[in-house]
């Protein structure tokens, strides 16, 4: 089993700055790709950043230039570096991770955190 545990979620003012931070703990083989997703009132469950286990990444344009995701794989975990804010960054924010959970495992598993609300006031 495999649990991805959030935190740094909150309130800001536009203009402000917020860092997210996904824990991965449990039992598995190695965590492959992460990334964070964001969930807005009426809107679509979006890609915000993505993070391959070797460093690559790729953001949503709306982002581009304001956010940072990196991670650190001695400490499973994954971060979201959220500058410049807006409000309409307001949603809820959810860390994945691609999980291979044995040495034999064909493929990976996707697991979900639980969501952390990031609220950005004008």
């Known amino acids: 089993q495999v649990q991805l545990v959030e935190s740094g979620g909150g309130l800001v003012q536009a203009g402000g700055s917020l860092r997210l931070s996904c824990a991965a703990s449990?039992?598995?083989?190695?965590?492959?790709?992460m990334g964070w997703y964001r969930q807005a009132p009426g809107k679509q469950r979006e890609l915000v950043a993505g993070?391959?286990?070797?460093?690559?990444?790729n953001y949503a344009d709306s982002v581009k230039g304001r956010f940072t995701i990196s991670r650190d794989n001695a400490k499973n975990t994954v971060y979201l570096e959220m500058n410049s804010l807006k409000p309409e960054d307001t949603a809820v924010y959810y860390c994945?991770?691609?999980?291979?959970?044995?040495?034999?495992?064909?493929?990976?598993?996707?697991?979900w955190g639980q969501g952390t609300q990031v609220t950005v006031s004008s």
């Open positions: 994945n991770a691609g999980v291979r959970t044995t040495r034999v495992s064909l493929r990976d598993n996707n697991y």
């Open positions: 449990g039992s598995f083989f190695a965590i492959n790709a």
């Open positions: 993070i391959t286990r070797g460093g690559s990444t």
